[in-house]
């Protein structure tokens, strides 16, 4: 049976319960404010503590369910000419709530005033026992703290919501006298010390007042014996046991919430979140040889010497340090760089880092980044198998169950997998009709599993091709029917549906003109530095080094190279980290954020991370701002990614890194727009400030067959650098 929308209004079951927290946050324009914006937040509990103060004002609440079931509540004012509210929230703001007592307080003999005045007694025993952990819990401790409360409030205290940075309320205690006590126990020994100096009347028993004066004695003696102790406590836990006890409760409440975060990321995606908290390291310089002194392979006011050649003589000294080589000659700071130019009065070899030696082992600092880059990949940090050919192919999925979020919008539910990747989609996310109207039982394939040139989206799977041919299994031939990818775009071909492939070919392969220059660009400038329109301030192009699998583990200048690339792309890591809260993929439980600096390969198409690149300023030495680049040829290029370190903000850095990189990306390369996501609380710096725009659905249609990177939460902008005319004039 059905109830009609006409249903008639209901008294809703409340008891009345006055609370002094509300109380307190209604006594001020600004608490009402706060606790208005706590109840827009849906929070349950909150909403009835404050509905049952209300009750206890004299107000009414009545409620009836709409037609879809869903119950509405109004309230109704005892005072106003019997005003009624139908938002909580707006109530709170906009209502003048006049009185902070209940409507009709009990009769107050002359018992209940001695319960209450011995409450405080009471409660401050009760938290000076002990066992007070165990006893400061359950009913009695409930009511206690009510009645303390009460008592403190008829005394003529005043009590106050106090928000803290980190979004915790706590509640405020004003003595008439205008001293502040962040707790509720601090505040009942104050109270009970002013009243033993002040001598209580007659209204209490002889009784409750030696146990008050007992109580009073008990806190002073506590109090003096802490102020002896107070070299052998932590700041935090120096004075009354109300600041204890509110820093215990505080640990275990990050505790809890560290845990539900964990739970919550384990079942669910990848959410980008900034990181709010300054780490120790925040102030420090993040330079290669910082990460090398928090890796331990340096120790810091280690002596190094400058040499023209190993084993030639020693033309310059220093010492170590995060910020650089310190000269031992002048007592300045320099990159490594810098004081082989000082070392040499201005002539530079190019390998400055192999020209400084280790006094107490000889070692170079070249062979220190070797180590680093060893020890990464031997505790499996970022190793990753070099490809048996330059040329990427695909090959049949080994996943038979399939993606369990969409690779579009990053979330879960009804899903539409592809029948050659794992990947799966929305329904509305490509543009489809939702799977009723779609219907049948027919092979569907993803955007991204079809071939460039024609459409088609069958393919011959080379290995299993090799696993038939009996002469050499280990020789992958490539047929017409055989699916390359192109090296920039990532998009699939065909072999037969393109006319430059060789089936011997060891290099990378483009599919088009366009992808080719923007490869070559990226290829040239990786490892380098271009000056930009601030002194001293350099744009870093960075790109893991691959060597080819054959080559030795020797100490050659390639590997020095390639070692040299790792510490940078260590160094930009850590500004990610300091930025972001890291990015832990519930698939792989991997470090996306150092999945995308190292390049990571993987069959699903939004964990294939092999085409980042790092881009950042250079300031010093230092990396002080980091983003990570995709380039999808010419069409769009992706920053997921891009932050400041804590000491470098509010200089101009990102609009900086964005007007360089966007230079790049237009007259360089090409490209003609650039997507990032955005999280809600930098929405409105990169729309109003930076010149993007939020993307509509049929934006993000266009450029459906490439798999941009995309967190829940975030929403996907972009800016247009170039037309298509004038990207098609330029190419």
């Known amino acids: 049976m059905s109830m009609t929308a006409a249903a008639s209004w209901q008294p809703v079951p409340l008891d009345a319960e006055f609370s002094p927290e509300v109380a307190a946050a209604l006594l001020s324009d600004r608490g009402r404010r706060e606790l208005s914006s706590l109840l827009r937040s849906r929070d349950e509990a909150l909403r009835t503590k404050v509905r049952k103060h209300l009750v206890a004002l004299g107000w009414t609440i009545v409620s009836r369910r709409n037609a879809v079931m869903a119950p509405r509540m109004r309230y109704e004012s005892p005072a106003n000419g019997n005003k009624t509210y139908c938002s909580l929230p707006d109530l709170i703001v906009d209502a003048l709530i006049s009185s902070n007592e209940p409507h009709q307080p009990p009769p ?34 409930d009511r206690l703290r009510a009645r303390a409360k009460s008592q403190l409030q008829a005394s003529g205290w005043s009590f106050w919501v106090k928000l803290k940075s980190d979004g915790r309320e706590e509640l405020r205690y004003k003595a008439p006298t205008g001293r502040f006590y962040i707790s509720l126990h601090t505040a009942c020994q104050a109270f009970i010390i002013s009243s033993s100096q002040k001598s209580f009347t007659a209204t209490s028993s002889s009784c409750c007042s030696r146990k008050k004066r007992e109580i009073s004695e008990l806190i002073t003696t506590t109090i003096e014996t802490k102020k002896k102790k107070k070299k052998k406590i932590s700041c935090e836990a120096v004075g009354a046991d109300g600041i204890t006890c509110l820093v215990k409760k505080s640990t275990t409440t990050t505790n809890i919430s560290k845990r539900r975060k964990k739970k919550k990321a384990a079942g669910a995606s990848r959410v980008l979140r900034p990181n709010c908290e300054v780490s120790a390291s925040a102030g420090h310089a993040r330079t290669l040889l910082s990460v090398l002194i928090d890796e331990g392979i340096l120790v810091p006011r280690d002596k190094v010497t400058y040499r023209a050649a190993s084993g030639g003589a020693a033309a310059k000294g220093g010492l170590v340090t995060g910020d650089g080589v ?31 030696f280790l006094n107490k082992d000889g070692r170079s600092l070249s062979q220190c980044l070797v180590e680093l880059m060893r020890r990464d990949s031997t505790n499996g940090f970022h190793h990753q198998r070099h490809r048996r050919r330059r040329i990427r192919v695909k090959e049949a999925c080994r996943d038979p169950g399939g993606d369990s979020v969409c690779s579009v ?123 930009t329109s601030a002194e001293g301030v350099s744009l870093a192009i960075l790109r893991r080094r691959r060597r ?9 200048e390639e590997q020095e190279d390639e070692a040299l690339a790792h510490g940078k792309l260590r160094a930009a890591l850590d500004v990610l980290h300091e930025c972001f809260v890291p990015l832990v993929e519930p698939r792989t439980q991997s470090d996306l954020s150092a999945d995308m600096v190292f390049n990571r390969e993987s069959e699903l198409r939004r964990l294939h991370v092999g085409g980042y690149y790092v881009v950042g300023l250079e300031k010093g030495g230092e990396l002080v701002t980091v983003g990570t680049l995709r380039v999808y040829g010419d069409k769009v290029a992706e920053l997921p990614l891009v932050g400041t370190r804590f000491a470098y903000r509010r200089q101009g850095m990102l609009r900086l890194l964005m007007t360089e990189l966007e230079k790049m990306l237009a007259r360089d390369l090409g490209v003609q727009r650039l997507v990032l996501p955005a999280v809600p609380e930098l929405l409105r710096m990169w729309t109003a400030s930076l010149g993007f725009s939020a993307m509509t659905h049929s934006d993000k249609l266009e450029i459906i067959e490439h798999t941009i990177l995309c967190f829940q939460g975030t929403t996907m902008c972009q800016k247009t650098l170039l037309a298509p005319a004038a990207a098609a004039s330029s190419s």
Request: hydrophobic share 25%; proline share 6%; net charge negative.
């Open 108 to 141: 107050e003999t002359k018992n209940n005033k001695e319960e209450e005045q011995d409450a405080i007694a009471e409660y401050v025993a009760l938290m000076a026992s002990d066992d007070r952990g165990a006893k400061a819990k359950g009913p009695r401790a």
């Open 326 to 356: 310190r000269c031992t000659c002048c007592g300045r700071a320099f990159t490594v760089a810098e004081f082989e130019a000082h070392a040499t009065r201005g002539s530079r070899t190019g390998r400055p880092w192999a020209r400084l």
């Open 409 to 531: 919008c990053n979330d879960g539910g009804e899903l539409l997998l592809c029948d050659h990747c794992p990947s799966a989609f929305h329904h509305d996310c490509l543009g489809l009709p939702g799977p009723e109207a779609a219907g049948g039982d027919d092979d569907w394939f993803c955007p991204c599993c079809r071939c460039g040139a024609c459409g088609g989206t069958d393919f011959d799977d080379p290995a299993a091709a090799a696993a038939d041919d009996d002469t050499n299994t280990s020789r992958r031939s490539l047929t017409d029917k055989t699916v390359v990818y192109c090296e920039q775009c990532e998009r699939e071909y065909h072999v037969g549906c393109v006319d430059n492939i060789r089936d011997d070919d060891d290099q990378p392969w483009v599919c088009s003109p366009g992808c080719g220059r923007v490869f070559r660009h990226l290829q040239d400038v990786a490892g380098t530095s271009i000056p």
């Open 548 to 556: 080819p699998s054959c080559s030795s583990d020797s100490d050659s």
